[in-house]
């Protein structure tokens, strides 16, 4: 009877040190460039997390929670017309978006990305 107490205690053990090494952080991501207070900021992480906040032009804030430790990519999305979708014209994307990666720990209290119209930059790369 003593050996079943001792292997359960020792799995209950385990379990909650396994479950404190996969820590869990809110991160406040700063949103710039957002061109205007029309729609919302979502965001999704490659980790399964996501957020969204009403836009604001200049700058919005959207809290993300529950991101773990590691690299975290964060997609991030102007969804100006509020379809909560990414409008595309053929392969490129017509609202602004931005894709950034974050070495995430629990000393991570907010990040900063700046989001880009990528028609507009092509169109400046080709010249036109």
Excluded at 12 to 33: D, F, P, W
Excluded at 102 to 110: A, R, W
Aim: aromatic share 4%; charged share 20%; hydrophobic share 40%.
């Amino acid at each position: 009877m003593n050996k079943w107490i001792s292997i359960t205690v020792l799995s209950a053990l385990s379990l909650m040190a396994s479950a404190g090494a996969m820590a869990q952080n809110n991160v406040t991501v700063k949103v710039e460039n957002v061109p205007n207070c029309s729609g919302k900021v979502l965001i999704a992480t490659n980790k399964g997390q996501t957020g969204m906040a009403q836009a604001v032009a200049g700058e919005t804030e959207v809290t993300v929670s529950n991101v773990p430790d590691g690299d975290v990519v964060f997609y991030v999305l102007h969804d100006a017309n509020g379809n909560m979708t990414c409008d595309m014209d053929g392969e490129l994307p017509k609202e602004y978006v931005c894709i950034e990666k974050f070495d995430i720990s629990k000393d991570t209290g907010s990040v900063t990305v700046s989001l880009e119209n990528i028609i507009e930059k092509v169109r400046r790369k080709r010249g036109k």
